[in-house]
């Protein structure tokens, strides 16, 4: 199963626009785990990202940072074909 981690922390408007849009475009059509990370409960985590979240990772691999454009993170769910989201 494919997995969407996204990096946020409490009060963060975008954090919360970015799980909104995560859960909308990916999490109604494909089954997928959906992370949501909380780096105010790890160091390291607040280090690296204090000031440059959200961030959503695909599969372990940092895919958008600040903004999640809608259509991007559909495309990485696409068939072979393109033509529609897998399990959709």
């Known amino acids: 199963m494919r ?5 946020s922390k409490p009060g963060c408007h ?6 909104e849009i995560v859960q ?7 089954a997928v785990l959906i992370e949501e990370v909380d780096i105010t409960q790890d160091q390291e ?4 990202y204090r000031e440059d979240i959200p961030v959503v990772l695909v599969d372990g691999e940092e895919k958008f940072r600040h903004v999640v454009d ?12 393109g033509e529609k989201l897998l399990g959709f």
């Open 14 to 19: 975008l954090c919360e626009v970015a799980m």
């Open 70 to 81: 809608p259509d991007k993170l559909a495309q990485l769910f696409y068939d072979e074909q």
């Open 45 to 48: 985590l607040m280090e690296k």
């Open 24 to 30: 909308r475009v990916v999490g109604a059509h494909v």
């Open 3 to 7: 997995k969407i981690t996204v990096m």
